[in-house]
């Protein structure tokens, strides 16, 4: 895990653009060294900050050049296949000196080209400079676990790990994009194509960029997509249970190889616990790391951590989470980059720090939501498709109006909003913020012609969902292409990378994503009395018998009653000092105000 940044244009870059600035405003992401190339006419820049998880030794530093020159790369990320790899390329005659799987990409792209992405198992974003085809070549991973933005202006192309190091770019305007504001305001993430600064763009997962300085505009592409699902290839439910433990294994196996120590973030949930009982029997010890929150009750899942760090003899680190500061959340704030609105931001930085005075990797469980239908919406939704369809025309509109007149944050607003209209609609109304009644609420007049030209983004969002399967497995879809990069996968990036440490998913590995989606009938993610009902099973057998899987948690902030407290004027203050020119007074109290047993102002 490091912080890449680069450079690409027409003309000699070396004098206009600040490179190693914009390297070491991303410190915290490589600690363990820098580096910086440019090509010998000054007009491609790559720089590098290193967090050594592989390969420790100087010869792992980057940029990396290539077998012959023609080559070089800024890496963030691994590949845990790069053992497999270096054997196959070593007999097609590539040798190998560094003991890096940087080497083992760049050697890949000499022998596959652009084709080499298809054969990576692995996180990663890139930037690759090929002098003989005179291209800058960018990729991200499968979902999107390592960020990378990008921006293209007069001198040429930028891109970044982050989007604040394009920002030190003289040529770089700072104007806030309206549509991805909106976007903002509704879903809590930007768009996972856009940033929130016009003109600088995010790569989407899955995605490919190609670029010839002083030639046409870029070319992006998409080299893997989600499998279409295969009901002949249906197994029964013991195969198919038994499958996925095999992957899960060995996809935690491959992420536990690293030449240092690797973790394990438990949060006393059913992901985590899976992961800590598969890697506890890998061989190596296991440590784990857990946030408590005490006299916060369903909060508070020490006790469940605690059984599974005793059940598999892990060295279990806790540590007690206050209501942070307002000095705590601010530097927090400032170190988040683009804006995510999701209050698991706090706990998930807390645990990275602890878990980073121990050991400089983590296994984490992001992914087994939206690959297993984890989520409250997911069934609310199989529960209510029926129901929606019987609701006629007629009434549909007097379902909306109600919703319209609810306040902002009343429990089901949104739900009820979601059964006015069809399947599309009710995913895009599942999981949203504020709507754009509430968002009339809350901002001024001005705000609203600012925003009032760009989409809305619960209809883009609607138009997105894929008329594939059934409502359950659309609304999976739906969250692994959007809420998974635009939010859980950014606030892992951030929170963890702030502290130095890097995070692996192996729900993430991509044989477990295409068993999700593309064998998995609905009725093993979506059960009548809720969601992981394959997951669940396999923990009936691999987990200890007093876990209480049935638990949705993972690492949560108890919101509510933090707002309730003195946490209230954190948020507050900066609202009203900064947000005058943008927000309505009033409806800024409001949604600060207590909560209720029918409001909610945590989220809804």
Known sequence: MCGIVGCAGPEPLRHRVPLELMRDAMAYRGPDGAGVWWSDDGRVGLAHRRLAIVGLGPAGAQPMCGAGGTTVITFNGELYNYHELAETLTGLGHRFHTGTDTEVLLASYQEWGEACLERFD????????????????????????KPLYWSL??????????????????????????????????????????????????????????????????????????????????????????????????????????????????????????????????????????????????FDETEHARLIARTFGTEHVEAEADPPSEAAVQDLLSGMDEAVGDSSLLPMHLVSR????????????????????????HHWLNRTAALRRTIPQSWRAGLRGIAARLPVGFRGRHQLAGLAGDDASAIAHSDLYLDADARRELLTPATLRWLDASPIPEAVRAARVRPLGGISRRARIDDFLGYLPGDILAKVDRASMRTSLEVRAPFLDHHVIELAFGRLPDRLA???????????????????????????QGFSIPIDAWLAGGWRNVLAEPLADGGAAYLRGGAVSRLLAPASRIRSNGKR
């Open 354 to 377: 602890i878990a980073r005075a121990h050991v400089p990797a983590v296994l984490g469980g992001e992914g087994g939501d939206e690959l297993f239908g984890g989520y409250g919406h």
């Open 526 to 552: 979506t059960g009548p009395t809720g969601g992981k009902v394959l997951l669940k099973a396999l923990a009936r057998r691999l987990l200890p018998a007093g876990f209480a899987a049935h638990r949705k």
């Open 153 to 298: 202006g007069a001198g040429g192309l930028r891109f970044a790990s982050e989007l604040h190091p394009l920002l030190l770019d003289p040529g770089q305007g700072r104007v806030l994009d309206p549509a991805a504001v909106k976007h903002y305001l509704a879903y809590a993430y930007a768009p996972i194509d856009q940033s929130l600064v016009e003109g600088i763009r995010k790569l989407p997962p899955a995605h490919a960029l190609w670029y010839v300085p002083g030639g046409t505009a870029p070319r992006t592409w998409q080299w893997w997509r989600l499998p279409a699902h295969e009901p002949e290839r249906e197994a029964t439910d013991a195969d198919l249970e038994s499958e996925l433990e095999h992957l899960l294994r060995e996809s935690i196996r491959r992420r536990l190889i690293a030449d240092v120590p690797v973790g394990i973030l438990l949060s006393g949930g059913l992901d985590s616990s899976l992961i800590t009982a598969l890697a506890a029997g890998q061989g190596a010890t296991v440590r784990t790391f857990t946030i408590r929150f005490p006299g916060h009750g369903r």
């Open 122 to 145: 692995g996180m990663f974003a890139f930037g690759l400079w090929d002098a003989e085809r005179g291209g800058l070549f960018l990729a991200r991973d499968r979902a999107g676990e």
